[in-house]
């Protein structure tokens, strides 16, 4: 079982960018399919993006594709989200999430994961 711990997020004009960080500890981290989540104020958890632990497999929401990459370095148990071109809808705390059954190219539920981390806390202002 992996434990998740986010780091990258802060405050950020429009426009701007972020890289988004999500280290693993813990074994067989290459087994887990890995994804991005975020929750903004009074709003249900939501999918952003998922890779699987191949890295080959990806799958983003229309919210943020061409816009944001996600990639991982299974070597240094480490997943990524590269987000450019920001924009205030893109506030939220940022979930790194961990599911088993996982195997990308397609989006995960929430009931599909088996592990959280914590959250970052995204902010862009206008």
């Known amino acids: 079982q992996v434990q998740l711990v986010e780091s990258g997020g802060g405050l950020v004009q429009a426009g701007g960018s972020l890289r988004l960080s999500c280290a693993a500890s813990?074994?067989?981290?290459?087994?887990?399919?890995m994804a991005w989540f975020r929750q903004a104020p009074g709003k249900e958890r939501e999918f952003v993006v998922g890779?699987?632990?191949?890295?080959?497999?990806?799958y983003y929401d229309d919210s943020v594709k061409d816009r944001s990459t996600i990639s991982r370095d299974n070597a240094k148990n480490t997943m990524y989200l590269q987000m450019n071109n920001l924009k205030p809808e893109d506030t939220a705390v940022y979930y790194c999430?961990?599911?088993?059954?996982?195997?990308?190219?397609?989006?995960?539920?929430?009931?599909?994961?088996?592990?959280w981390g914590k959250g970052t806390l995204v902010t862009v202002s206008s």
């Open positions: 813990g074994r067989s981290f290459s087994s887990y399919g």
């Open positions: 999430a961990a599911s088993r059954y996982y195997s990308g190219g397609s989006r995960l539920g929430a009931g599909g994961v088996d592990v």
């Open positions: 890779v699987s632990g191949s890295g080959l497999s990806t």
